[in-house]
């Protein structure tokens, strides 16, 4: 199959699977709102395509990383409540208050920049506190509420609109002890908040595992990201799922790789493949020479180990992955012909790459597959 799209590489974002995915979230949270998390230029499948499906689809909150992707989101002309959920440097205060991006709060430095930033434009810094429960990384110790909340008293410029925390390690394992653990810690802290004046609108604790697992966790929003592209955030999640008896979410993969072939060459058996010399053939071959590599992020690990699909049937990888092209053996697939479809990631005919089985040979997580699919390449949604 010719691809004839005018590109030598592109993700397909099937909108149909992503709001399938949608829908199988909301059945499971019923009234509690979902966030769709875009950031990482929404897990690789492309920010401003997911941000128009949300739109679409009626969300009123999209999550980002950064100011950036925040700002990049506004000039396009998304009005949804964007919240920031990583650092908002003290420089990039203004900008974000000026742009009415919320921003995830803990420290109590940016609680008076935003405050800053707000009296000068004659606006208000809309933030999330963010809690400490048990992960170490963001988040205000419980220890140290009191004088946060003693402090945004002082600044009226700040409205306290949300309070979230996030879980460690939910996705691994079927144990719940340390996510209940956080939970009760996440309660606790809102409690205290409450008991000492702050008023929180909006709480919110559940990521994709917590909302398919943990109705407790629901709250107010929900920040769906791996989930709502069709991806389960692990084996684990699948399993603890089963065996509370809950019906499994019918999650869709909502991207697919592709990609043409550039060069088809036959090579004599005894033939070294690719830099290094680590493949080298058994018999007369042939190879199909493919326009992608490392830099847009087809991990140099699949090296020998990972194949493609061309025409429904799979082509071996064959040597080290280079910077911009890989080559696979055709030697077994007959017509293979210049500029063919071949598919990296996703289905072709009864076929089917998954990020997880890219993930397992790579030695990492599906999210790593896809959020580093090289954001250059064009995303269509289809």
């Known amino acids: 199959m010719k691809a004839g799209n005018g590109m030598i590489q592109w993700v397909e974002i099937d909108r149909k699977a992503f709001f399938n995915n949608l829908d199988e979230f909301k059945k499971r949270l019923g009234r509690t709102e979902v966030m769709a998390v875009v950031k990482a230029n929404a897990y690789g499948h492309g920010l401003l395509e997911i941000a128009r499906l949300s739109r679409e689809a009626g969300l009123n909150w999209l999550g980002v990383n950064s100011l950036e992707e925040g700002l990049t989101l506004r000039r396009a002309g998304f009005n949804q409540k964007i919240l920031i959920l990583g650092y908002v440097s003290l420089d990039q205060a203004e900008a974000a208050v000026e742009a009415d991006l919320r921003c995830v709060a803990y420290n109590l430095e940016n609680l008076k920049a935003l405050a800053r930033a707000a009296r000068r434009l004659q606006k208000r810094a809309i933030i999330h506190l963010k809690v400490e429960t048990g992960t170490n990384r963001q988040g205000i110790p419980v220890k140290q509420l009191g004088s946060i909340v003693r402090e945004i008293k002082k600044l009226p410029e700040i409205e306290v609109e949300g309070v979230s925390s996030h879980f460690a390690n939910i996705e691994d394992t079927t144990d719940d002890y340390y996510p209940k653990r956080q939970l009760a810690n996440f309660i606790e802290a809102v409690h205290f908040l409450e008991e000492n004046g702050q008023v ?41 799922c089963q065996q509370r008896g809950q019906e499994p979410l019918k999650l869709k993969p909502v991207l697919s790789w592709r990609t043409k072939v550039a060069q ?77 479809r071949v598919t990296l990631l996703g289905t072709d005919g009864r076929e089917k790459i998954t990020a997880e089985q890219l993930a397992s040979l790579a030695g990492t997580i599906n999210y790593e597959i896809v959020t580093r699919i090289n954001q250059l390449i064009p995303r269509v949604i289809v």
Request: glycine residues 10%; aromatic residues 12%.
């Open 200 to 240: 929180i609108p909006v709480k919110h604790l559940a990521c994709s595992a917590a909302a398919i697992l943990f109705p407790e966790t629901f709250f107010d929003l929900a920040r769906i990201g791996l989930g709502l592209y069709g991806l389960w955030p692990s084996k684990e999640t699948l399993i603890s």
């Open 264 to 340: 088809i060459k036959t090579v004599p058996a005894g033939s070294y493949i690719g830099y290094g010399c680590t493949y080298r053939t058994t018999r007369r071959s042939q190879l199909a020479v493919i326009p992608v590599g490392y830099y847009d992020g087809y991990d140099r690990s699949l090296s020998n180990a990972a194949y493609v699909l061309i025409k429904g049937h799979r082509a071996q990888v064959r040597g080290r992955v280079c910077m911009d092209f890989i080559m696979a053996d055709i030697t077994d697939i007959p017509g293979v012909e210049l500029e063919d």
